[in-house]
């Protein structure tokens, strides 16, 4: 008799026990899911993470240009300054030249 209940005992404590295996496992394969689904997040903010760090340098990049498009225009312009301001100089000196020698041909042509 008491080895029956001791049987009994014991096939109650191993349902028991494979109750708390099953239990485990479902809470195991939930975790293992949970786990899948937030690696799948965290590709996917990766991959939009690229997707932005693309679209900054493509912006980096096209302020640039533009920025550089402008410090031309402004050098261009600046050029174009520079190069009237020489012109202007020029004549003025080849005038003043031309006025010399008009004054110094008087003077040859008097003497």
Do not use: H, P
């Not at 903010?45 to 096209?62: F, G, H, P, T, Y």
């Amino acid at each position: 008799m008491k080895l029956e209940q001791e049987k009994t005992q014991k096939e109650a404590d191993i349902k028991i026990k494979n109750g708390e295996v099953l239990a485990l496992q479902k809470e195991l394969d939930a975790v293992s899911n949970t786990v899948k689904q937030l690696e799948m997040q965290k590709a996917e903010a990766q991959k939009r993470l690229d997707e932005l760090d693309d679209k900054v340098i493509s912006i980096l990049v096209q302020t640039s240009c533009c920025e550089i498009g402008q410090t031309l225009v402004q050098d261009t312009d600046n050029i174009k300054i520079l190069f009237d301001f020489r012109l202007v100089l020029a004549l003025a000196v080849w005038s003043d030249l031309c006025t010399g020698f008009e004054m110094y041909s008087v003077k040859q042509t008097g003497s």
